[in-house]
């Protein structure tokens, strides 16, 4: 997650990283970027490494979109809701925008997404009007992303991936029409 302003700067390339009070590792190379209350982009986590507050130097405050080091770290500090240590440790994403979801190709029948990052998608925004059995398909694929791999092992042959497709192309309707993703021709 991401604050709306931050984002923006992440969608317009003026922020590079993002840091994170502590030590934070991690699970995953891509993650997708949440702001203003949707999904904005797919992103590859390409750096990641720990300093002290009081080892932040002005590179690492522009990378993040800030104009000084003190900037940065009272929005952390708003941002976390307490004065930081100089001795606090701080972790600093590096990031590289891969895929933006404002502007997804219509023509491609999965909009140009991966089946994880639509089960994703799906499962975080939708939860509310999914089936127990879309829930059991977007949960397999998150694991698999694959359409064959999770016909098998939901319904036992790859003859049934027309019902794991039909759900994915529910969940893409269904994010279109709330305004989650956006696609272009």
Partial sequence: MIKGVYADKLLEGRKTTTIR???VKPRYREVIIHGHGRPLAKAEIVDVHVKKVSELT????RRDGFRSVRELIESLERVYGYKLDPE?????IHLRVKQRFDNLDLSDPYLGLEPADIAR???RYLGDSLSDEEKRVLEDLTRTNSIRATA???YG???RRGRVRRVLRRVLQELLRRGL???EK
């Avoid at 002005?58 to 405050?61: G, S, T």
């Avoid at 606090?88 to 600093?92: F, G, H, K, P």
């Fill in 181 to 183: 993703i956006k696609g």
């Fill in 88 to 92: 606090d440790a701080v972790t600093i």
């Fill in 152 to 154: 098998v092992r939901l």
């Fill in 58 to 61: 002005l590179e690492d405050a």
């Fill in 121 to 123: 998608l799906g499962l």
């Fill in 157 to 159: 042959s790859i003859e």
């Fill in 21 to 23: 009070l502590g030590i």
